[in-house]
């Protein structure tokens, strides 16, 4: 049977030679085309690219209608049947062509299959279970590789290439070699004995893969890298996840990342804070296809995670817009400046093109917090996605990308302080756009940029009925304000790539700008009582940041060893601005209609049941005129990054970095980093550096005179601005920069083919963290207000943990299984609270320190099964959240309810979230090459929290936590690729 199909096969490739060898000596009617024009085609569909001399094509023709619907692999192997070329797999998807008649036997095709001419014959080593093969290994440029690795894949033993490139060593019989050398494409390939192979690798510079975080080197591939890096594939990780924002899509990829959904935070609720390693969320630096991104002017204030910080807000760049994430687990102030003290976030964005990819997502939640399966649903989410691409000139490419997204509103179980508790609903649209073009031999423009709109709502805590903060006229019931916003978020970037004298240049200047808006509705301002409005504009604030920087670098070799130089300098502007709203969101008025100032005498102030009515739209008072705050400040600095290959097994990396501010001064930071190769299955790397990171303009001059609930009891705060005089009446210095010492030390194992091992510990030293203070009494202060708090660098903290990811993969026939497991142990304490003279349980209390230490939760572990069976995969992921222990608002009543015991007093205070593990199920199926049809449940048993009491911070019966509170998410997506 096997001979009679054989046969079958022969006589077919026989027939479709001579037909088409007929059909082009014959005519050139409209059923053939141009080879050139067919393999354009090709191109187009597969996204591979061809490369040729110019000539070789000439006069050659194809007919079109064979290929129509093959796969890139049955159309490979039907160009070699009918035409007279050889097609060389270089790898990354670049094919070279040649005749049959100019390649040599030692010529390869692919990495699968070798076709070899007709005449070579095969000595008798061949026939024994060990051979002998011979070859030289070359560059790009036809430069012979020195040092090139050769591992049999099965057995990993091997050899390395000498000096002028040649290698030759024993292998088992029909065993592949994985050919490799640095900063260049590896090949796997099967070798044969009695032949001179010539191998070429594609230099580093053409290769994406090694453009990484961390390390400047445009030769440095990712595995020989000396710091912990994490890269998640957009399109692959996107069919095992349920996730529609870069947050949560994060949280359940990366188990050091950290990204919690606040309720009853205010401006937190809009957009959330996310943290490395339990770090604030000001240390970690975001970057865009390697160029900084701007941070949000939101500073976290109430009741929050990364209480006093500003972070990035990442839901502003849309995922359809993001090819990967490259996350570099390690202090790199010392090569990218301040906010680096936890590490990098590098988006690289889409770069396809002829191609438009649709997605589609519809969700929603169980709403039923007692139920595994639900009886009512709600936060029904709507996505739709559409990225496209299209070429610019000869390697050149534009992309844009547009998004929009509704998610809906939740309500959870609240407490007497809050009838409406929840995730905030969100409406967010998106456009992003990339593109490179080659304007010159090695020259190229790029650019890239968006634009995002977020309008948001999100439910404060209730103002009852009874209460002189409800007017009884508008609301006989009380009421429940809202707090929405209208938040902008744009960025461009352009530069420019080039290279002089072999060393590459790249000139770029990056515009960001966020604008975040306040509009309180179903509120009112209790002075003007029954002619109150219920809707307010009450201002907000805009951080605007310009960057421009001019790098250079370049790699040199030597007979023995090479090493790579990166200089550089950047100019930065940041400006600050709060602007006021509409009079009636921050004023009270007195029994005239006149705003209250220190001039108005107290029997003319408005009452309801003998309390003062407060001024100002309820949920969230306006800024006023006193408020605003316009504020810029500059920033330059000067860097050198160098990468020393002593060999093929040992490198060290070091950065030196200076800068300056305009507002506080100097900084210097450095860093050491190393890797040695042990074996060839196992690589040991390390660092040390210095970090810091510079006060935020908002830390700086942020103020605002709001409502602070203790309890269910509400109090007026003012936050002063760190250069308010009241600020130095209480000893509080002006702020200066964070100061960081960051440790590592792990190891990257190989253990098999498709068994890989990385282990990274690290040590982290923070001094001078910016805190945000608890309430002083300010009543002797004469200014009008209950409580004034502040911002100040206020602790020092240290921080030890261990990163783990473990992968492993095996393909059976038609059906392929992976099981990842991955997971981060963290433990923070506090070394010092630098409160002078001031009280230290008022200045940065029991309450505040187990706030700061929830932002770093003590581990995660993602255990996830990944099964594909021909057009089917599906996932199943476990996630296990750690305990988590907050102090609640008991901790300020009075020590005689507690038996006049501190100890009874705290112990009643702690809440204690339990460990909680969520199960994620996603299934997925091609249904043919355009369309993928996806579903499943993230939270698929709607396991919560732990269930607290009424004296939670956000109101209801839970506080933030890494987990969040909406229970399952049950999701259909449909993907369309064109």
Known sequence: MVQKLLFIKLTLIVFVSFAFQTTTAQERDKKTIPLASLLDKISNKHKVFFTYNANLLTNKYIQEEGFTNLTLK????????????LFDDLGNNYYVIYTKKEVDES?????????????????????????????????????????????????????????????????QKENSVDICFLGHTSQTLKLTPNIFHTIVLLSGQELEEVQVVGSRNKKRVANDTPVAIDFIDIEKTASKSSQVEINQFLQYAIPSFNATKQSGADGADHIDPATIRGLGPDQTLVLINGKRRHQASLINLYGTRGRGNSGTDLNAIPISAIKRIELLRDGASAQYGSDAIAGVLNIVLNDSDNELNVSSTLGFNNADSNAVFPNRVDGFTYKLGLNYGAKISKGGFVNFSAEVLSIDNTIRPATKAREKFGQAGVKNASIFVNSEIPIYNNTKLYFNGGFNYKNTEAFAFTRKLDSERNVLDIYPTGFNPLITSNILDNSFSFGMLTSFKEWNVDVSNTFGRNNFQYFIKNTLNATLEENSPTEFDAGGHQLIQNTTNIDFSKYFTTETYGFNIALGLEYRLDKYIIFSGEEGSYASYDINGIIVNSQTPVSDYKRYNGEIRPGGSQGFPGYSPENEVDRNRSNSSIYLDTEIDFSKKFMIGTALRYEFYSDFGSTLNYKFASRYKITQKLNLRGSFSTGFRAPSLAQSYYNLTFTNFIGDTPFESLLIANNSPIARRLDIDRLKEEKARNYSLGFTAKLSPTFNVTVDGY???????????????ASNLGIGIDNVQFFANGVDTETTGLDVVLNWEKKMGDSELSIDFSGNINYMHITKVKNKLLDSETFFGER?????????PKSKFNLGFNYKYKKLKTALNFTRFSQIKLIDWQINQDVTNFNNSASERLAAATDIYQPKITTDLHFSYQLNSI??????ANNLLNIYPTKQNSYTDSGGLWDATQMGTNGSFYYTKLNLKL
């Open 763 to 777: 040590h982290v030293f923070i001094e001078d963290r910016i805190i945000l203070s608890g309430n002083f009494d």
């Open 107 to 171: 010529r390869f095709l692919s990495k699968e299959k070798f076709i070899f001419s007709g005449n070579f014959s095969i000595d008798t080593t061949f026939n024994r279970n060990k051979v002998i093969v011979r070859g030289i290994v070359l560059s790009s440029e036809n430069t012979p590789l020195s040092g090139a690795t050769l591992q049999e894949s099965e057995t990993l033993s091997g050899t390395t290439t000498n000096k002028d490139g040649t290698f030759e060593f024993e292998i």
């Open 848 to 856: 505040d320190r187990q706030f700061l230490l929830a932002s770093a």
């Open 74 to 85: 049955e159309t490979f192997s039907l160009l070699k049947k009918i035409t007279p070329f």
């Open 931 to 936: 369309i993928n049809l996806q579903l499943g």
